[in-house]
């Protein structure tokens, strides 16, 4: 709030003070308001913190609410104006897009809608609705349609292509159907397509730019460990980074694996590499499950990987897992913990059926194998699994950008191993 000199030097009053400073026309930075110009789709790319939920919240309120004005041509709303609100998970799209902080429950200062759980949407006073849907499940989509619609962290969609098309054929109310699509960046198909729309307004805002908003002295920290490598230049700076020269894998070999659903499915393992430290900083369980398929290929169709959890905490993750997929046992890497990986495994079932490896050989070495086997076509991903992915196609001779921790990508391959690969890495037919 300005001081009293300040505002009587602007010639305000404090009511008008008071709704500068509180009212998003003045408060927004600019690239946070709809672009000018004919588009359909406004991208709205950014780092981590740097206000792209805050931006799509007002979008959709303002669009929506009896009192809220925004320019969608007539800059009016329309009492049976519908909008899809689309996040990864059903979760998701309530904690953010709703709930979250920033989130359209939170931010709406007039006209504030209410939440019906059991019908998944919200409802204004002005009639207006907005439905909440996910990307894992495309085919909820089939059927409704909308005149505006929210698209968040598409980016991470389990099922990106599937889950956007079905909402593009439902995109078809009103006289200017819309969408905005706010997303931290990764250099997946899906997104490519989008930007090279030509009715895409695309618009990038980096983590830096809200700093106002941030807790004090958090880019400071984040900058010194990330600063100029590829992890910060994409999750602080929203670039879009692409393809690492010297990577195992590319994105193309990882789309050219990718299948919807996973299929029927025997030898299911789940893989856990253990964190180094227990709960440290950045630190992270690697956890993946796969299985094998009536073609003998290894289907990936879970990441469970758990980000600063307690030794207790991953080892129910892991039991989880191997309970809600059926799997006939876990892999586990025991470089780290010796004897405790297995023992706190089994503190929590004890008849769980555990399979130790010792890494003997560097990550590089451990890996190379089991890209071949993504180039010969024998690994397939059901579904996507971006944190898996980012670390996979960054992955180079000297580890990650940035130093930090393959962690998924050790789960990975000692998965893949485990159904496809001897212990020498040579390719064997069937067996764990």
Not at 25 to 50: E, F, I, K
Not at 212 to 227: K, Q, T
Not at 352 to 370: D, M, N, S, Y
Request: charged content about 25%.
């Amino acid at each position: 709030m300005a001081t009293n000199e300040a505002r009587l030097a602007k010639g305000l009053s404090q009511d008008e003070q008071t709704f500068i400073d509180t009212d998003w026309a003045y408060q927004g930075r600019t690239a946070q308001h709809p672009p000018d110009g004919d588009w359909r789709t406004w991208l709205l790319m950014g780092g981590r913190g740097s206000g792209k939920t805050r931006a799509g919240s007002e979008w959709v309120q303002g669009m929506a609410s009896s009192t809220g004005r925004q320019a969608n041509g007539t800059g009016a709303t329309r009492p049976e104006m519908r909008i899809a609100l689309v996040g990864e998970t059903l979760g998701d799209a309530r904690e953010v897009m709703i709930d979250g902080v920033s989130g359209i429950a939170r931010i709406a200062r007039h006209d504030r809608p209410r939440f019906e759980a059991s019908r998944r949407r919200l409802v204004w006073a002005s009639g207006a609705v907005a439905q909440i849907f996910s990307s894992e499940d495309p085919e909820s989509l089939r059927g409704p349609q909308f005149e505006l619609a929210w698209c968040d962290e598409l980016a991470k969609w389990r099922h990106p292509d599937e889950t956007f098309d079905m909402l593009q054929f439902g995109l078809r109310l009103g006289q200017r159907p819309r969408q905005l699509v706010t997303t931290t960046p990764r250099a997946v198909p899906l997104l490519k397509r989008i930007m090279a729309d030509p009715m895409t307004a695309c618009v990038r805002i980096a983590t830096q730019d809200n700093s106002a908003n941030l807790a004090p002295g958090f880019l400071e920290a984040i900058e010194g460990r990330y600063g100029g490598t590829r992890l910060g230049r994409q999750e602080l700076g929203g670039e879009l980074i692409e393809d690492r020269e010297d990577a195992l894998w590319s994105r193309a070999l990882v789309e050219r694996a990718r299948q919807r659903l996973a299929g029927k499915l025997h030898r299911i393992v789940v893989a856990v590499d253990p964190p180094a430290a227990a709960a440290a900083p950045g630190s992270c369980c690697g956890i993946v499950v796969a299985g094998l398929d009536d073609a003998d290929h290894a289907v990936v169709i879970a990441d469970g990987s758990v980000a600063g959890a307690t030794p207790a905490g991953w080892a129910q993750q892991v039991v989880a897992l191997y309970r809600r997929f059926g799997a006939d046992r876990v892999v586990a890497e025991i470089n780290q913990g010796g004897d405790m990986v297995a023992a706190m495994l089994r503190s929590v079932d004890a008849k769980l059926p555990i399979a130790t490896v010792r890494a003997t050989r560097g990550k590089w070495l451990r890996a190379e194998p089991v890209a071949a086997l993504y180039e010969q076509g024998r690994v397939r991903h059901a579904g996507a699994f971006p944190d898996l992915e980012d670390q996979m196609c960054d992955f180079g001779p000297d580890g990650l950008s940035g130093g930090r921790s393959p962690d998924r990508l050790d789960a990975l391959v000692w998965a893949i191993t485990a159904l496809l690969l001897g212990h020498d890495g040579a390719p064997r037919v069937r067996g764990i």
